[in-house]
């Protein structure tokens, strides 16, 4: 059975790092291209990162520079650090796996993990 | 950035009647072989969201066969046939074409 199980999240002030964590079963996450999509309170879905395969990795302009994505192959864990956090990216980070073979059909995903950035 | 515009933002139908939402996206999004690369996702309340529709007309897997998408270039639409209580929630559309990716603001779907 496929699972993701995002962690991480909490509240941290203006300016801080916060590291996510997306732990996978049921599938190899080498194998399948990997996003993080996030949604501000109240709001719609924003991608804001994607982790190919072969390790190339692409970004959202809101997060580029700030965020980066990564994967742990010994433990089948995707990662966002996040740093320089701002108050727009409060939102709940869900970590998605996309249906392998495509880069963002988007067919697993985790319940996501509450990032608020408040001071 | 591609633009995904959805509509209507909300719809309330009966249990068993027919349902229809519409998604256009500023550019068009077909690819190889004609398929269009637009997905649809629905968010039931409280939940992540879920895999209904990819590649335009493509049931995901489990997915019952009252919905069903359709359209290609611009224009692209979901309907439900007969809905149901648990169809409730928030209906996105994505364009999968080029990063960024984007969605749609969402239809949001009651039951009268």
């Known amino acids: 059975e496929v699972q993701l199980v995002e962690s991480g999240g909490g509240l941290i002030q203006p300016g801080g790092s916060l590291r996510l964590s997306c732990a996978v079963s049921?599938?190899?996450?080498?194998?399948?291209?990997m996003s993080w999509v996030r949604q501000a309170p109240g709001k719609g879905l924003e991608w804001i990162s994607i982790l190919h395969s072969d390790g190339e990795t692409h970004y959202a302009e809101s997060v580029e520079g700030r965020f980066t994505i990564s994967r742990d192959e010994s433990t089948d864990t995707l990662s966002l650090q996040m740093n320089d956090l701002r108050a727009e990216d409060t939102a709940v980070y869900y970590c998605a796996r996309a249906l392998r073979g495509y880069s963002f059909i988007l067919d697993y995903w985790g319940q996501g993990t509450l990032v608020t950035v408040s001071s | 950035d591609i633009v995904m515009t959805q509509s209507p933002l909300s719809l309330s139908v009966a249990p068993g009647e027919p349902a229809s939402m519409s998604c256009r996206s500023s550019?068009?999004?077909?690819?190889?072989?004609?398929?269009?690369?637009v997905d649809w996702y629905l968010q039931k309340p409280g939940q992540s969201p879920q895999l209904l529709i990819y590649?335009?007309?493509y049931r995901a897997s489990g997915v019952p066969d009252r919905f069903s998408g359709s359209g290609s270039g611009t224009d692209f639409t979901l309907k439900i046939s007969r809905v149901e209580a648990e169809d409730v929630g928030i209906y996105y559309c994505m364009q999968a074409l080029q990063t960024p990716v984007t969605f749609g603001r969402g239809t949001k779907v009651e039951i009268k």
């Open positions: 590649l335009g007309s």
């Open positions: 550019q068009s999004l077909v690819y190889t072989h004609g398929n269009s690369y």
């Open positions: 049921g599938f190899t996450i080498s194998r399948n291209y």
